[in-house]
């Protein structure tokens, strides 16, 4: 069974970046069938998707946060990580990270618990 | 960006009831569809994927409908445990957006 875990601080102050890890287990990161991917939700709102990377490295993320966006990928630990620079108040959310599929239809199938990172001084 | 638009933003339903939930895609998709439901606290959990197809372990009065831009996600029989929200998501093209999400209370 694929599991999937995020780690990281809960309390960052504006303007710093957030820096959050997701340790895959049950399953190889390394597979090219799959894209890893972060997604989050603020407080009482909808998801929003931020970006996935592929085993080989390559990275696709939303438009409106791709110059704060970093999304890496440590195959020997079987982890990807998030990093969010120039934080503000509306960063303030909770931050999933899942499974896709790299293929047609793109599903998320397996997602970690989440962590709720809080923007504030 | 496709836009996903759902309807209603929420409903109140007994149990028993048949429940449907409307998505529209700002512009074709095709099928590229997926439904999720989510529980309070908790991480969304996969339907539904390309609009019609039961994720495995989903049970069968959950069923998903549509191609081009508009979709329907029903559940035949609402039970106490599909009290949740429901969000679809288009795979279509990136970035992948989700709709707003419609929260199906109790009544």
């Known amino acids: 069974q694929v599991q999937l875990q995020e780690s990281g601080p809960r309390l960052v102050k504006p303007s710093e970046t957030l820096s959050l890890t997701c340790t895959v287990s049950g399953g190889s990161i390394s597979s090219g069938s799959y894209y890893w991917s972060w997604i989050r939700q603020p407080p009482g709102k909808g998801l929003e998707w931020i970006g996935y990377i592929y085993y080989t490295g390559s990275t696709n993320s939303i438009p409106s946060l791709e110059r704060r966006v970093t999304i890496s990928i440590d195959t020997s630990n079987n982890q990807f990580s998030l990093r969010l620079s120039s934080l503000t108040a509306a960063d303030t959310a909770v931050y999933y990270c899942?499974?896709?599929?790299?293929?047609?239809?793109?599903?998320?199938?397996?997602w970690g618990q989440g962590i709720l990172v809080t923007v504030s001084s | 960006d496709i836009q996903m638009t759902q309807s209603p933003s929420s409903l109140s339903a007994s149990v028993g009831d048949r429940v449907t939930i409307t998505c529209r895609a700002s512009q074709t998709i095709s099928t590229y569809l997926n439904w999720y439901q989510q529980k309070p606290e908790k991480a969304p959990k996969l339907l539904i994927y390309a609009a019609s197809s039961l994720q495995n372990g989903v049970p069968s009065r959950f069923s998903g409908s549509g191609s081009g831009t508009d979709f329907t996600l029903t559940i035949s029989s609402l039970q106490p445990e599909d009290f949740a929200t429901y969000y679809c998501q288009q795979s279509y093209s990136t970035p992948w957006t989700f709709g707003q999400g419609t929260k199906v209370e109790i009544k």
């Open positions: 899942a499974r896709g599929g790299s293929s047609w239809p793109y599903y998320f199938d397996y």
